[in-house]
């Protein structure tokens, strides 16, 4: 499978989703992602760390 350019969806930067992710997630039943690995990761911190309510 060749690689992919894929564009996210939060910043709108190009990102490659490559052959090898691409088995990954095959493999996995997951479907190509929507963000980059940048996005992804800030979005995974996030939903650990929610951001505190403003008193
Ligand atoms: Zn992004």
């Known amino acids: 499978m060749p ?11 190009t990102f490659v989703y ?17 963000y980059c690995p940048i996005c992804a990761s800030i979005k995974a911190s996030e939903q650990k760390h929610p951001p505190k309510p403003k008193k």
């Open 3 to 13: 690689d992919k350019i894929l564009i996210c969806q939060n910043c709108k930067n």
């Open 18 to 34: 490559s052959d090898y992710e691409q088995n990954l997630d095959k493999r996995n039943q997951k479907s190509e992602p929507v």
